[in-house]
């Protein structure tokens, strides 16, 4: 099946783990005229996806100081011959560098591209499989989000006005083999998720994974080795029974202010 995007001034393709991403999409949506938000969950098994936009855009999270692994790969497999503009939007968690911009350069570099824009926004990490990295505080949440939000309106103007060379430099070479290494692993991190005593069985791990890693069985979650490390079904469990190893009991979760779960559940559909 060959999926072609509509023929609007604008396509945003998104991933979202906890919601940081779905929101500014959204809010990048709302500031842009023409434009749709597509998941690329809903694309990555499709045999062949043609993009047909004037303009492209990437929004999605940071992971291992690059891209998430369905995003690389969802890069590699779009047609992106008819584009004219290419920009990228990705929230991360913490300072320090980042790889994701030459990283996305080196994936559209086949394809004769490369990107017009490219955006970090600065909100938080929701990834608390290590014991260094606490959640913040819900006031702290909130004015990260808002402070993001404040940050697009220069940024909708750089993509209105097709501005090019924002965000280009930086070297791919001192993180390769981190990198390769966490795409190599990442899949089978799931085997060391379980759930403890409060799981009831409800399901909505299972809805919730934008990439059907999750089945129930005898009322249980059994992870497929199909995973991204979104941390989706761990913070969205309504129980809090979804654990990682040591890592997780006790510690809180998050919940995005300005997502429902019927917006997570629905980035495997392409409306």
Not at 75 to 80: A, F, H, P, Y
Not at 135 to 156: F, G, N, P, T
Not at 178 to 206: A, H, L, M, P, R
Request: net charge positive; charged share 25%; glycine share 6%.
């Amino acid at each position: 099946m060959i999926k072609i995007t509509q023929n609007t001034k604008t396509t945003i393709y998104y991933f979202s783990g906890t919601g940081n991403s779905l929101h500014m999409a959204k809010t990048l949506k709302e500031k842009l005229n023409d434009c749709e938000l597509i998941p690329i969950a809903g694309l990555i098994n499709q045999d062949s996806i043609i993009a047909t936009s004037e303009k492209v855009g990437f929004v999605f999270p940071v992971y291992n100081w690059a891209l998430p692994k369905i995003v690389a790969d969802f890069i590699e497999k779009i047609d992106l011959s008819n584009i004219k503009y290419i920009f990228a939007l990705c929230t991360k968690g913490g300072p320090g560098r980042q790889y994701v911009i030459p990283m996305m350069n080196s994936l559209l570099k086949p394809k004769n591209k490369q990107l017009d824009a490219a955006f970090l926004i600065k909100v938080f990490s929701a990834f608390i499989l290590a014991g260094h990295n606490p959640m913040h505080s819900k006031e702290k949440q909130l004015k990260r989000i808002k402070d993001a939000e404040l940050k697009l309106d220069k940024i909708v103007e750089i993509i209105r006005n097709n501005e090019k060379g924002k965000g280009k430099k930086g070297s791919i070479i001192p993180m390769k083999g981190t990198y390769k290494s966490f795409i190599e692993k990442v899949n089978t991190e799931d085997e060391n998720y379980y759930t403890d005593e409060k799981c009831n069985g409800c399901g909505i791990c299972q809805k919730i994974c934008p990439v059907d890693n999750i089945k129930l069985v005898n009322d249980k979650p059994e992870w497929q080795h199909k995973c991204q490390q979104c941390l989706c079904c761990l913070h969205y469990c309504p129980q809090k029974a979804i654990q990682f190893g040591e890592y997780t009991p006790g510690r809180e979760r998050y919940n995005h202010p300005h997502i429902k779960v019927k917006e997570l559940i629905n980035q495997k559909q392409v409306v």
